[in-house]
Structures are given as structure tokens and as C-alpha cells.
């Protein structure tokens, strides 16, 4: 196989044999180095346009804008497909899945053999952080497929500007993806953590085939960070204006459905229209430690790939003037005259076609309950101006959410840096279809990173605490939910763009100034201080938000005792000690 010489826009020739080496066992028909212009993006679109892969929306209303529909098989990440391969198995931990080094490389080669035949093998090089930051990586996706060409060019810095950062340098993360013939049984979605390598097989859904997200920023990175001393997160960043000008960023690890996304871009109504928050991160957080002690944190990514449903005016209206241009729609449903639709929009008054291109007659979901959109984040309206920073922001405070009927008051303060990191490991939410499963169980997900860490956990959680007692200036931790309800199965909080009076205590904690009463989990919000100035909500409520039910926090540490003790003797004793010395205060 011979590749034209003006396609190699790069003479690094560990790169190059690498490319070489794939290319010769998938046998793709064109090898294609992407260059991340604007005119290969046109040209790109225009031939999936052209392939049916993806459907022209109306141009008038939406410019720029397109549909994809997923194979129906291939509508969620695949859990139970993805593997931590290692040498040891005890460093993919208990709550991974793990596979032989070996043993994967013969299942995923045996698959991978001729499988871009009659297809373009896609070089893409992207650089994960800001292109001048010392906290960014460099990693090169090779893949058949054009619609995840077209999402990383959305989602990261991709093309030339990669290969030049990159140089001479053998130092890259080796992403491989193959939608072969989109067998869910023979689907795997691997990580070689040891060789910073990723093999993605028989999915072209983005979370198990854009490799530049969770599988190289978190599941890789993860591993990078615990040998370098950093912290590769699951977590939003936010920077908050209050109206003296002093901003404050603060990060959050929720799991999905949790409200992640619209905390991120939270709009402020109201009695909060002199407060500014900008969006630095939906999603994923590098966080490092700077000169002064400090906990800073930049983005890796560029772009948003987030739920459509239920994002609408009320729950995200950045989100929704963001996504009227240039943005990639996929599983949505469509109306007969080109517009995008989901459950949570207002109901037209046209046909709709579902997210399998059927009629929808009502019976069902019209868009697919995980449907996404990926989007650039420089379209997005409130975008931190910090955004691009290289040494990134200093975190506040630190949040943990998920999504929990009761137990879990609206927010809880930590006694301290352990008893914070420990909030974090004891973290459970509601499953949601995010994630292939049943849906509506409560599941352990710690620092919302249960399905992205790239090795034990156990060796993580000791690793997250060691990096918080390094900072001389350490963050505020908090445990927040937005999803209490009452005996009549009803939400107690308005959330969204009401969450702004939680921050606004949180941030107020953070300044020394907001009053708290001890419980026996931590510190709550004392109700005659909590500033709910043009918020009506009963008093009853509010008692109930904020109610610590000693034998149902019984029951979560004992629940949560039998997850850590999965780890056995890995398992910190720091955190063991905080855990019965918190469990005693409720006996």
C-alpha cells in the first residue's frame, strides 16, 4: 500500500509507522491525514449529506445544522463492552472490566483485519487543553467513519495545529476505531492504559467511539494523572460573577442526569440578574496543582456533546441559542419541514418523524431519550473568557451531585478535606439511559467516575486525596441534589436556574460569611440565613430539603460499606477512619 505524499502532513516517524502498521491489517482503500479546515469540514459534511449518513435540516432556521440516526443498536455507551486491559488485573480494580493484554489484542486484531476494506482510514491528530497550556496531550484517532471525524473536529483542537505541538515526539495517545459491520456482540471498547493506546470495535455511537472523550480524557488520562500528580476529572467548571466583579470557579462531578449540564450553563434569572456565570466546562476537568498551592483546572475539550431531551428555554436557554447553527443533531426526531425535535420542546403542530425516521404516532418517544448534540463551545454565548487560559482557573469549591429522591438533603457542607473526599467516594445516583442498562436503580458512582476511571479505584480515591492535602489553599467541598421529593412524589426544589441560591451559599461559605447548622453528615444551610429572596416556597419544604434522617443515612453507609469494601486492603484507611468516625456521630 503506497500513501500519496501531499496526504502526510506530518514526518514523525513513530506516527507514521504507527498509521502504516494499522492501515496494513484493516486494508482501507484511501488513507486520508485530516488537517482540521474549514474546508475539509464543508467537504466532509457535504459527502455524508450525499452517503444519506447524515440529513441536511432547514437551513433557513437552522444553518449548518444536520441529523444523524444510529444504527438502533448503537444508541448508548456500552458498559458491559468496555475493558481496562492491563498486565495485572488488580490495577483495573474491581469496578472495571478487565481483559488480558493479550488476550484482547488477538479478540480486537482478529476483528480488525480488513475491516476498512472499500473504505477512507481517517488520520485525525487533536490536542486535548488549551494549544499553549503545559497540562495539554496530544492524541491521534484513526477511523472509518466521517460522522466521528466531523464530531472531533467540533469537540477538539484538531488538525495541523496538533501535528505541530506534537512535532518529532513519540509521546501521543494511539486512539483505533473500526465500525466494522456494528455487531453489538462482537462491539469492545478497550484501553491499554500501560501503552496509552484505545481500540474501539463495532460502534459509532460518540461515547464508545470518539476517543478523544471519556475513553483518552478520563479513562486514559486518569491513568496519566495518577502518575504525574494531576487529576483527570468528570466534572463541570463554572465561573460565577457576583455583582461586586469578583468571579469564583467552581467545579462539580455529577453523574449523568444529575443536572451536570444545565448547572454548567446556568443562566441567572431574577433576583440574580446582576450575577454573570460563564461556562468553562460541561463535562471534563484536568485539574493540577500551581505554584502557589492552588487547585487549577482547564478543559480539555472544545465543544459540548449533551443530552438533547429535556433541554429546552426554561432548563438551558444558553444552550438552546447555541445550538441553532452549526451543530450536529443525532438520534432527534425531525418535523416534516427539516426542524429538530425532542420531548421537552414545545409539541408542533406538524409531522414528525422519529429518531428512526418513522412517523411518530405518539406511541412512543419521538427523539431517542439519549439523543445528543454536539456543538463548538466558542458558538456558546457565555463562554469563560478564562477559557483558553493556559495555566487554567482556581477552584472554590468542589460539588458532588446525584440525582436521589430522599435520604440526600439540597446541600451539605463537608467537615473537611477527608470528609469531603469521602462525600465524593460515597456519591450514588439514579441510573439513566445514558448508559445501556435498566434504568432508575440506584448505583454507586463515585466522583461520578465509576465508568471512567482507567485503573482501581481504590489506588484513585487515595491518589484524589493525596493531591487535596498537597494544596496549600484547598477547595470547599459540597454535596449538592437538586432532585429531593416529597411524600406526594413531587420535587421540593424548583432547580435550574434557582440552583444560583445554592451557589450563592456555597460561595458565601466559601468567604467565611453564610451560617451553617452542624447535622450529623455535615453542615447545612441555617434557614432563618439562607437568603431565598423572591423565591416563594413553603417553609415545610424547606424543613424537609434539609432533613437528616438518621436511620436512612444509616442505611447509606451501610449500603456504601459493602462497595468499599470490593477494594479490600487497597482501600485508604484515611477514608476508612473518616467513614465510621461520620457513621458513629449518626448511631
Known amino acids: 500500500m503506497t500513501i500519496p505524499e501531499e496526504e502526510v502532513i506530518s514526518t514523525n516517524r513513530y506516527l507514521f509507522e504507527w498509521v502504516y ?19 475539509e469540514y464543508e467537504s466532509l459534511i457535504n459527502e455524508m449529506v450525499s452517503n444519506g449518513i447524515l440529513i441536511k435540516l432547514n437551513q433557513d432556521k437552522f444553518p449548518g445544522c444536520y ?65 499553549k497550556s503545559p497540562y495539554s496531550r496530544i492524541g491521534i484517532q484513526i477511523t472509518d467513519s466521517p460522522y466521528i471525524v466531523a464530531n472531533l473536529r467540533l469537540l477538539t483542537r484538531m488538525g495541523r495545529k496538533a501535528l505541530q505541538k506534537l512535532g518529532n515526539s513519540r509521546d501521543f495517545v494511539k486512539g483505533i476505531h473500526s465500525m466494522c459491520n456494528l455487531d453489538p456482540r462482537n462491539r469492545f471498547i478497550c484501553h491499554f492504559p500501560e501503552e496509552k493506546l484505545i481500540i474501539s470495535v463495532n460502534s459509532n455511537y460518540g461515547g464508545n467511539a470518539i476517543l478523544s472523550k471519556k475513553c483518552h480524557a478520563l479513562r486514559i488520562a486518569s491513568y496519566e494523572a495518577r502518575n504525574e500528580g494531576w487529576l483527570a476529572e468528570h466534572m463541570l467548571i463554572v465561573s460565577i460573577v457576583d455583582p461586586e466583579g469578583r468571579m469564583y470557579h467552581i467545579a462539580g462531578a455529577f453523574p449523568s442526569a444529575s443536572g451536570k449540564t444545565n448547572l454548567a450553563m446556568l443562566k441567572p434569572r431574577g433576583y440574580f440578574e446582576n450575577w454573570k456565570v460563564f461556562t468553562l466546562s460541561d463535562d471534563i476537568a484536568w485539574l ?35 445550538i441553532k447553527k452549526n451543530t450536529i443533531f443525532t438520534n432527534v426526531a425531525m418535523t416534516e ?12 403542530k406538524k409531522l414528525v418523524y422519529d429518531w428512526r425516521g418513522e412517523v411518530w404516532n405518539k406511541k412512543g418517544p419521538a427523539a431517542y431519550p439519549n439523543s445528543r448534540f454536539t456543538v463548538s463551545a466558542y458558538q456558546y454565548p457565555y463562554l469563560s473568557p478564562l477559557f483558553d487560559d493556559p495555566e487554567g482557573v482556581p477552584i472554590s469549591a468542589i460539588l458532588f451531585g446525584g440525582r436521589r429522591r430522599k435520604t440526600v438533603p439540597l446541600v451539605l457542607e463537608a467537615f473537611d478535606i477527608v470528609h469531603g473526599v469521602l462525600m465524593g467516594a460515597m ?25 471512567f476511571c482507567g485503573y482501581n479505584m481504590a489506588d484513585y480515591f487515595t491518589h484524589f486525596l493525596d493531591v487535596m492535602k498537597r494544596l496549600r489553599y484547598p477547595p470547599r467541598f459540597f454535596l449538592v441534589n437538586w432532585f429531593r421529593t416529597g411524600s406526594d412524589g413531587s420535587y421540593l426544589w424548583p432547580g435550574f436556574k434557582d440552583n444560583m441560591y445554592v451557589l450563592k451559599w456555597i460561595l458565601e461559605r466559601v468567604e467565611g460569611k453564610a451560617r451553617a447548622i452542624e447535622t450529623p453528615v455535615g453542615y447545612v444551610p441555617d434557614l432563618e440565613s439562607f437568603d431565598l429572596t423572591g423565591l416563594e416556597i413553603p417553609r415545610k419544604n424547606l424543613e424537609e430539603l434539609f432533613r437528616i434522617d438518621k436511620q436512612e443515612w444509616l442505611q447509606e453507609f451501610n449500603e456504601v460499606e459493602k462497595f468499599f469494601e470490593l477494594f479490600g486492603n487497597r482501600f485508604p484507611s484515611e477514608l476508612w477512619e473518616k467513614f465510621y468516625e461520620i457513621k458513629s456521630r449518626l448511631a
Open 21 to 39: 502498521s494499522v492501515a496494513s491489517l484493516t486494508r482501507p482503500n484511501r488513507i486520508y491525514w485530516c488537517d482540521g479546515s474549514d474546508e
Open 67 to 131: 441529523l444523524h440516526r444510529s444504527n438502533p443498536n448503537d444508541v448508548a455507551r456500552t458498559e458491559e463492552a468496555t475493558f481496562i486491559c492491563t498486565r495485572n488485573k488488580d490495577d483495573a480494580g474491581p469496578t472495571n472490566n478487565w481483559m488480558p493484554v493479550d488476550k484482547a489484542k488477538e479478540i480486537l486484531n482478529n476483528i480488525l483485519k480488513d475491516s476498512m476494506r472499500g473504505r477512507t482510514m481517517y488520520v485525525v491528530p487533536y490536542v486535548l487543553g488549551p494549544l
Open 288 to 322: 493540577h496543582t500551581d505554584k502557589e498551592g492552588r487547585l487549577r483546572a482547564i478543559n480539555p475539550e472544545t465543544g459540548f456533546f449533551a443530552v438533547a431531551v429535556g433541554t429546552n428555554y426554561n432548563t438551558n436557554p444558553n444552550m438552546m441559542e447555541t
Open 337 to 348: 419541514d427539516g426542524e429538530p425535535w425532542w420531548e421537552g420542546l414545545e409539541e408542533p
Open 427 to 451: 456519591l450514588r445516583a439514579e441510573t439513566t439511559v445514558a448508559a445501556s442498562g435498566k434504568v432508575g436503580i440506584l448505583r454507586n458512582d463515585p466522583m461520578a467516575m465509576l465508568p
